[in-house]
C-alpha cells in the first residue's frame, strides 16, 4: 500500500507560479510512475504530467513549456512546478502513483488533491 499527500495549492493570480508537492510513503518501491491529475468544474479528469523511475517524463501539451515535473532524491517527494498559470487552469489538483510501466493506463493510489485556483 502506497500513502500520498498533496501540498502547496492556493490562489494565484494569472501569470503567476506555484509549487506543488507530493509525499509518497508505504511500499513505494512497488512504483514505476508518478503523475499529476487534475479535475476542474464540468470537466474531465486528465493526466498534466508523470514521470517514470528512470525519470522519463511526460506532459501534456496545454502545459508544455510552463510546467515541470521532478522527483527529490530519495524519490519519496513529487514536484509539480507550475508557472505562467491561466485561469482556465484552476482545478483541484490529485498525485497519483502506479505499478504499471507506462504513463497511461489507471493509476493504483491517490492523494486526496490540493485545490489551485486562478484569478483573473
Known amino acids: 500500500q502506497v500513502q500520498l499527500v498533496e501540498s502547496g495549492g492556493g490562489l494565484v493570480q494569472a501569470g503567476g507560479s506555484l509549487r506543488l508537492s507530493c509525499a509518497a510513503s508505504?511500499?513505494?518501491?512497488?512504483?514505476?510512475?508518478m503523475g499529476w491529475y487534475r479535475q476542474a468544474p464540468g470537466k474531465a479528469r486528465e493526466l498534466v504530467a508523470a514521470?517514470?523511475?528512470?525519470?522519463?517524463?511526460f506532459s501534456a501539451r496545454s502545459v508544455l513549456g510552463r510546467f515541470t515535473i521532478s522527483r527529490d532524491s530519495s524519490e519519496n517527494t513529487l514536484y509539480l512546478q507550475m508557472n505562467s498559470l491561466r485561469p482556465e487552469e484552476t482545478a483541484m489538483y490529485y498525485c497519483?502513483?502506479?505499478?504499471?510501466?507506462?504513463?497511461?493506463?489507471?493509476?493504483?493510489?491517490w492523494g486526496q488533491g490540493t485545490q489551485v485556483t486562478v484569478s483573473p
Open positions: 497519483a502513483a502506479r505499478s504499471g510501466s507506462s504513463f497511461f493506463g489507471d493509476y493504483d493510489y
Open positions: 514521470i517514470k523511475s528512470d525519470s522519463n517524463t
Open positions: 508505504g511500499s513505494i518501491f512497488s512504483i514505476n510512475v
